[in-house]
């Protein structure tokens, strides 16, 4: 025989905890918080002998995703940045509580864009900074989103950044309660030759330990293509009558685009479909790979004129690059060019898609693809009405502009 026991519920108090209260915020519409339900304990005995004990079986807190998206607080780190704008947008514009995490710097414009959110101003980079700024919130957090990304890849700058100030992020949402961590890497770190890959890499690795050491806890690695942005620099230049420039015959490098929007509806989901959950996610836009080649036919054909191509020999780039490794050596403050040829050099040679561990070839069937925004309307619009918009934002910062706050 068995009996089930639950603790008693008392009307008023569970009166209070069904309704929502609001917390007034000092610069926009408020958030709305949700107060934790009362758990139930419940107790299972036994008749079949006195001498076994009681067992306690306490019910497990229900997952934040089975909650309405207005119950549900996302803290998004990196905000402000190229990708992070555009995320936060898209998790307010689904209904979530977002909490925004932007530098003091950037206050009116974080305001501004972020109508809706709450705004927390604060260093990701300062543990200390960070957590007291979320205690002043007094708010929970299911997930947590970083859109954290070094702006000059730089070796310091790398670790200070992809690194260390997105693990500062994971810790203070984990002590707020985050059971959800969406991280934004990028795809080229299946071939780590650079300091910002492996920096990206080692908070991976992290985000496995801690969904081992902790079930209730899960992860989501965004790996995404090249992004709309990082094609169009030559748009300007090819429309002004310049031939469009690339490395070696223009076919190393392919690459499944995506826009800021349709990355941004991605990670969004990769919040609320358990299906994303403990895994890591490449992602590319709709349509086919594309070499240079034919991003620079299509921007002709955009434009109505006849391609004209200028093919620069990669072995250019790897002479510039001996030249500030060996100066590195004599001055250690040329480190940083050293790397940011190398990084050039890579994104010159390496394709953007899904590398085929049993082959050791990048695959542009094996590299999904999402959204509707494609590269060649990108193009269309950019021609018509330039870069505007297209800024990297301040998703990070390096720390000589630290240094001169």
Same mark, same amino acid.
């Given at each position: 025989?068995?009996?089930?026991?639950? *603790?008693?519920?008392?009307?008023?108090?569970?009166?209070?905890?069904?309704?929502?209260?609001?917390?007034?915020?000092?610069?926009?519409?408020?958030?709305?918080?949700? *107060?934790?339900?009362?758990?139930?304990?419940?107790?299972?005995?036994?008749?079949?002998?006195?001498?076994?004990?009681?067992?306690?079986?306490?019910?497990?807190?229900?997952?934040?995703?089975?909650?309405?998206?207005?119950?549900?607080?996302?803290?998004? $780190?990196?905000?402000? =940045?190229?990708?992070?704008?555009?995320?936060?947008?898209?998790?307010?514009?689904? #209904? /979530?509580?977002?909490?925004?995490?932007?530098?003091?710097? *950037?206050?009116?414009?974080?305001? &501004?864009?972020?109508?809706?959110?709450? $705004?927390?101003?604060?260093?990701?980079?300062?543990?200390?900074?960070?957590?007291?700024?979320?205690? +002043?919130?007094?708010?929970?957090?299911?997930?947590?989103?970083?859109?954290?990304?070094?702006?000059?890849?730089?070796?310091?700058?790398?670790?200070?950044?992809?690194?260390?100030?997105?693990?500062?992020?994971?810790?203070?949402? &984990?002590?707020? #309660?985050?059971?959800?961590?969406?991280?934004?890497?990028?795809?080229?770190?299946?071939?780590?030759?650079?300091?910002?890959?492996?920096?990206?890499?080692?908070?991976?690795?992290?985000?496995?330990?801690?969904?081992?050491?902790?079930?209730?806890? +899960?992860?989501?690695?965004?790996?995404?293509?090249?992004?709309?942005? *990082?094609?169009?620099?030559?748009?300007?230049?090819?429309?002004? !009558?310049?031939?469009?420039?690339? /490395?070696?015959?223009?076919?190393?490098?392919?690459?499944?685009?995506?826009?800021?929007?349709?990355?941004?509806?991605?990670?969004?989901?990769?919040?609320?479909? @358990?299906?994303?959950?403990?895994?890591?996610?490449?992602?590319?836009?709709?349509?086919?790979?594309?070499?240079?080649?034919?991003?620079?036919?299509m921007l002709f054909r955009l434009l109505g004129r006849d391609?004209?191509? $200028?093919?620069?020999?990669?072995?250019?780039?790897?002479?510039?690059?001996? $030249?500030?490794?060996?100066?590195a050596k004599i001055f250690p403050a040329l480190e940083d060019?050293? @790397?940011? =040829?190398?990084? =050039?050099?890579?994104?010159?040679?390496?394709?953007?898609?899904?590398?085929?561990?049993?082959t050791g070839e990048y695959s542009a069937e094996k590299t999904?693809?999402? !959204?509707?925004?494609?590269?060649?309307?990108?193009?269309?619009?950019?021609?018509? @009405?330039?870069?505007?918009?297209?800024?990297?934002?301040?998703?990070?910062?390096?720390?000589?502009?630290?240094?001169?706050?």
């Amino acid at each position: 025989m068995s009996l089930r026991f639950s *603790s008693p519920s008392n009307p008023l108090l569970l009166l209070l905890h069904s309704h929502a209260h609001f917390i007034p915020l000092p610069f926009s519409s408020p958030i709305l918080h949700i *107060s934790p339900k009362p758990k139930t304990l419940s107790l299972t005995i036994t008749a079949a002998s006195s001498s076994q004990p009681l067992t306690a079986q306490p019910t497990i807190t229900p997952s934040f995703r089975t909650k309405p998206p207005h119950q549900v607080n996302i803290l998004v $780190v990196g905000s402000t =940045g190229y990708i992070g704008k555009f995320v936060v947008k898209e998790l307010c514009r689904r #209904g /979530f509580n977002v909490i925004a995490i932007a530098r003091e710097r *950037s206050r009116d414009d974080a305001i &501004r864009q972020f109508t809706g959110a709450t $705004v927390c101003f604060s260093d990701v980079t300062d543990p200390a900074v960070l957590e007291r700024s979320l205690d +002043s919130l007094a708010l929970p957090i299911d997930a947590a989103v970083s859109c954290l990304a070094s702006r000059s890849g730089g070796i310091q700058d790398s670790w200070k950044i992809d690194y260390e100030a997105s693990r500062n992020s994971l810790a203070a949402a &984990r002590r707020h #309660g985050a059971t959800h961590f969406v991280l934004l890497s990028a795809i080229c770190v299946q071939k780590p030759l650079l300091e910002f890959q492996r920096a990206k890499l080692k908070l991976e690795a992290e985000l496995a330990d801690e969904e081992a050491k902790d079930p209730t806890f +899960s992860y989501s690695i965004v790996r995404p293509t090249a992004f709309f942005k *990082s094609l169009g620099g030559q748009v300007e230049t090819v429309k002004d !009558g310049k031939p469009y420039v690339m /490395f070696g015959d223009g076919k190393m490098c392919s690459c499944k685009p995506i826009s800021e929007q349709d990355l941004a509806s991605f990670i969004a989901d990769c919040v609320v479909d @358990e299906t994303k959950a403990g895994k890591i996610l490449p992602v590319g836009g709709p349509g086919k790979a594309l070499t240079p080649v034919e991003q620079g036919e299509m921007l002709f054909r955009l434009l109505g004129r006849d391609p004209k191509f $200028v093919k620069v020999p990669i072995s250019l780039m790897d002479f510039v690059i001996g $030249v500030f490794e060996f100066l590195a050596k004599i001055f250690p403050a040329l480190e940083d060019a050293a @790397e940011f =040829g190398r990084i =050039g050099r890579y994104y010159a040679a390496e394709s953007m898609l899904v590398l085929d561990e049993e082959t050791g070839e990048y695959s542009a069937e094996k590299t999904p693809s999402y !959204g509707t925004d494609t590269l060649e309307e990108f193009f269309a619009r950019v021609v018509r @009405e330039g870069m505007a918009g297209q800024e990297l934002g301040e998703h990070s910062f390096n720390l000589q502009e630290k240094k001169s706050l």
